[in-house]
C-alpha cells in the first residue's frame, strides 16, 4: 500500500503526495489496493495457507513517513485486505515484511490481522524487547544480524549470534529462524555453515540469552 504507490508515482512525489495532494494518494493507494485484494483472494482460493505483505516503512533508527501518515493512508487498507483474506480463509495467516525501525505502528499491524513479522532486524529493533511487548501476538521471522554479523563476522560470531536469537525470542514458540533479511555476496560460505550448525546445535530451547 506504501510501496506500489511510489513505484508508479516516484518515492519524493508521492512522499509530498501524501501531504500536500492527499485526495491523489488516497486514490491511487485504493487502486493498488484493489488489486491486490483480487490478487490475494485469488490465492487464497488456490489453496494458500499465509500471504505476505511488503511494505518497506522504516529505516535504520526511525520511520520512513509517520506513525500518523501510516494510520491515514495504509493501517485503514490492510485492515479491509486482512479482513478480507481472512473471512475467505479463517484459519489463514499474514506476515508482514517491513524492514527497519517499526516499533510505533506494530501495535497498529496486530490490530489489522499480522501474525507473522518480518524481518525483525537486530540493529533497528531490539529483538528481546519485541518479544517481551508483542510474544503473545506476533511470530518474529528473522532477526539473526545479516548486516554485521553474518558477512563480517567469524562463525563463533554467528554462532553467538544464533543462540542469543533462539534464547530471546524462541520461547513460548512464535519464532521462524532466519537472517534477518537475504544473505548478501559478501557473506562468506564458513558462516553459512555456521548458521546451520548453530541453528541444529541449539534448537532445543530454553536458552538463557
Excluded at 508508479?8 to 491511487?28: E, I, P, S, T
Excluded at 487498507?77 to 517499526?102: M, N, Q, T, V, W
Aim: aromatic residues 10%; hydrophobic residues 40%.
Amino acid at each position: 500500500m506504501f510501496e506500489g504507490p511510489w513505484y508508479l508515482r516516484g518515492m519524493d512525489q508521492f512522499l509530498q503526495d501524501m501531504l500536500v495532494n492527499k485526495d491523489y494518494a488516497h486514490r491511487l493507494i485504493d487502486i493498488v489496493a484493489d488489486f491486490h485484494l483480487k490478487a490475494g483472494l485469488r490465492l487464497v482460493r488456490m489453496g494458500c495457507d499465509i500471504l505476505l505483505a511488503g511494505d518497506d516503512v522504516g529505516t535504520q533508527d526511525r520511520m520512513l513517513i509517520s506513525p500518523e501518515l501510516f494510520r491515514e493512508f495504509i493501517k485503514p487498507r490492510y485492515a479491509k485486505l486482512f479482513g478480507e483474506y481472512k473471512s475467505a480463509s479463517p484459519d489463514l495467516k499474514i506476515a508482514a515484511h517491513i524492514c527497519g525501525y517499526i516499533e510505533p505502528i506494530i501495535d497498529d499491524l496486530v490490530e489489522v490481522g499480522v501474525d507473522v513479522l518480518n524481518p525483525v532486524q537486530p540493529l533497528a529493533m531490539d529483538p528481546a524487547r519485541l518479544k517481551k511487548r508483542f510474544g503473545k501476538s506476533l511470530s518474529f521471522w528473522g532477526a539473526v544480524d545479516d548486516q554485521k554479523v553474518l558477512p563480517f563476522g567469524s562463525p563463533a560470531d554467528v554462532e553467538a549470534e544464533v543462540r542469543l536469537r533462539i534464547a530471546q525470542l524462541a520461547p513460548g514458540g512464535g519464532y521462524i529462524l532466519c537472517p534477518s533479511h537475504n544473505l548478501q555476496p559478501t557473506t562468506p560460505m564458513e558462516n553459512v555453515r555456521a548458521f546451520y550448525r548453530a541453528a541444529e546445535r541449539y534448537r532445543d530451547y530454553p536458552l538463557k540469552a
